[in-house]
């Protein structure tokens, strides 16, 4: 099972958010998992370093599958967890403002 455990939106350029996730079956968190949304496209990132060569930014991943399949199915479960923090995330944002009156 995989369970998003913190989300914090962001409001830079595509980047909507950064998510960290929690692996029960390994005991294991990923942090700085983030979070892009380009019209009606949605996609998430693993933890990435940042290194310029020649002039132009590269992003190495931190982690990665060296199975592609592995990868695919990994992904899905982490936006699925994410997906659900949001809903949890909008409704608490829904019921505090139906309070404040």
Known sequence: MIECTDLVFLNDGYCVAIAEIYIKKMDLDISNIKVFQKGEKEWISLPSRRYEVNGKYIYKP?????NKDLHNKFMIQVKEAIDKKIEI?????????????
């Open 62 to 66: 931190v982690i990665k599958f060296r």
């Open 89 to 101: 995330e909008r409704d608490n944002i829904f019921a505090k403002e139906e309070h404040i009156f």
